[in-house]
C-alpha cells in the first residue's frame, strides 16, 4: 500500500504524455511532404475514412525510488489509532505492461491491461485492469471477477481537450498540438514490414514544454486521482480488514495534492516516438515509444525508464464493447 499513490501517479503521466504528442515543421521533405505534413495527413486520413480500430502493445517499465517517506502505522498501542514513521525506501521495480483495445468514434475507447511484476509473490506477480471510456464517463475494474468502478470525469475531460488541443476524435497529430508543443519531426530511413512499405518517423517532445502542459494537467487529473485512491482504498478496507469507515486514517488532501505539485514541478520528462506510417494508405499502423520520467521530493527520488511497441490494425472493422449493466457496479458510499 504505501507506494500505491506513487504508481498510480506514474501510470496517469503515462498516460498523459502519451495523449499530448506533437512536433514542429521540417524542411527535409519525401514525396513533396515533410515528416510533420505525412503525421498531419495520417490524422486526417483516419478522421475522414475511419471510425474504429484496434490497438495492442507491450511496454517494459523500471521504475526506480529511492529516499524516505512517512507512512501511516497502526499503533500497536492503541487499538483503533495510527502513527506516523519515516520509513526508507530503495526500490527497483521491473514491470511488463501488456494492452490490447478498441476505439470507435467519436470517443469510446475500451483498454484491458495485463501488468507483470518482477520478484513479486506469484498471487501478486500478474494482475489485470479494464478501464472503458464512453462519452466522459469512465468505467474500471481491477481483475476479471470484480465490479466496475464508474467516475463521470466529463469536466476533467472537457479542460484536458482545451489544453491539449484535442476534440477527443483524433487517432494522430493536430496542427494545433504542433503549434502548442513546438515538438520536432524528423525522417527515419524509410522500412518494409510484412511486404509493405512504411515512412519512418521519429518525434521529440520538447521537454520545457511538456513538463508546463503536464503541471497544468495536474491540477485537472487531481481530483479523479482522488476519487479512484478513495474508492480502491475503500474496496481493500472491506477484503482486508475488519475496520470501520471511522477508525481508517483520513486521506490529507491538502498534503496530497502539495506532494504532487512539488513532484510535478521538479519533474523532468525526456519522451520520444517513432512512428511507421503505411505508404500507400497514409495510416500509422506501429509506434514505438521511449520514456524517461524523473522526478523529486525532498525526501523521495523517482525515475522511471520505459520503452514501448504498439500495433494499430482492423481500422473501420466491427468492434464490440463490454456491456455493463447496475449490477456490474460497485456501490460507491461518499
Request: glycine share 4%.
Amino acid at each position: 500500500m504505501k507506494n500505491k499513490k506513487i504508481s498510480l501517479l506514474m501510470i496517469l503521466i503515462f498516460i498523459v504524455s502519451m495523449t499530448v504528442t506533437a512536433m514542429a515543421q521540417e524542411e527535409i521533405t519525401k514525396d513533396g511532404l515533410t515528416a510533420s505534413e505525412v503525421l498531419i495527413k495520417s490524422n486526417d486520413t483516419f478522421n475522414n475514412q475511419y471510425t474504429t480500430l484496434k490497438f495492442k502493445g507491450t511496454t517494459n517499465m523500471n521504475t526506480k525510488t529511492t529516499g524516505s517517506m512517512m507512512i501511516k502505522k497502526t499503533d500497536p498501542n492503541n487499538e483503533g489509532q495510527f502513527v506516523e514513521e519515516e520509513e526508507k525506501v530503495d526500490e527497483n521495480v521491473d514491470m511488463t505492461m501488456s494492452q490490447e483495445g478498441i476505439f470507435e468514434k467519436p470517443e469510446k475507447v475500451y483498454v484491458k491491461t495485463t501488468t507483470s511484476v518482477k520478484n513479486m509473490p506469484e498471487e501478486q506477480k500478474t494482475q489485470s485492469s479494464e478501464v472503458l471510456m464512453d462519452q466522459g464517463v469512465m468505467y474500471m475494474r481491477i481483475g476479471e471477477n470484480t465490479k466496475w468502478l464508474k467516475l463521470d470525469i466529463n469536466p476533467m475531460m472537457q479542460e484536458m481537450k482545451k489544453i491539449m488541443g484535442n476534440d477527443g476524435t483524433n487517432m494522430g497529430m493536430t496542427k494545433e498540438q504542433m503549434e502548442l508543443f513546438g515538438m520536432y519531426a524528423s525522417y527515419d530511413e524509410n522500412t518494409v514490414i510484412d511486404g509493405k512499405e512504411y515512412y519512418v518517423i521519429n518525434v521529440n517532445m520538447d521537454s520545457t514544454a511538456l513538463k508546463e502542459i503536464t503541471s497544468k494537467a495536474m491540477d485537472k487529473i487531481f481530483d479523479q486521482f482522488e476519487k479512484i485512491m478513495e474508492e480502491t482504498e475503500k474496496t481493500e478496507a472491506k477484503t482486508e480488514s475488519t475496520q470501520t469507515k471511522s477508525e481508517q486514517p483520513e486521506m490529507d488532501k491538502e498534503t496530497l495534492k502539495k506532494q504532487m505539485q512539488e513532484m510535478f514541478s521538479k519533474m523532468n520528462m525526456n519522451v520520444t516516438y517513432k512512428y511507421y506510417i503505411n505508404k500507400e494508405t497514409k495510416m500509422y499502423e506501429f509506434m514505438d515509444i521511449s520514456q524517461i520520467i524523473d522526478m523529486n521530493t525532498d525526501k523521495i527520488h523517482i525515475q522511471t525508464t520505459s520503452t514501448g511497441k504498439y500495433k494499430y490494425y482492423d481500422f473501420n472493422k466491427e468492434v464490440t464493447f463490454p456491456i455493463i449493466n447496475a449490477e456490474n457496479l460497485q456501490e460507491q458510499n461518499h
